[in-house]
């Protein structure tokens, strides 16, 4: 019974860890400086997408995810960890 117990309070642990929020903000641009258009940001990998950049190539996401994927066609998708809350520039390049 001690070990069940031990077993349950451990995943409790883990999944309260895991629903910390983080409040990110940034910049996406492309190896130029200029701002990205239109990229998504993709966080919890099951379509839950946040928002899309605007004309300037910001956004502002609050997530309990542990990383995001800013991603935009022709260009390579970019991994970014999430375990505190962060200010970000992103530099996607063509692919």
Not at 33 to 46: F, Q, S, T, Y
Not at 61 to 83: D, I, M
Request: hydrophobic content about 40%.
């Amino acid at each position: 019974m001690g070990r069940t117990i031990l077993a349950f309070l451990l995943i409790a642990s883990g999944l309260a860890q895991g629903q910390a929020m983080h409040s990110i903000s940034g910049v996406v641009v492309d190896i130029d400086g200029k701002p990205v258009r239109g990229a998504r940001i993709d966080h919890g990998g099951r379509g839950n997408f946040g928002p899309s950049t605007g004309e300037d190539g910001r956004f502002t996401l609050r997530t309990g995810a542990p990383a995001v994927v800013v991603r935009k066609p022709g260009y390579q998708g970019y991994r970014l960890l999430t375990s505190t809350d962060a200010v970000v520039r992103v530099v996607l390049h063509s692919g």
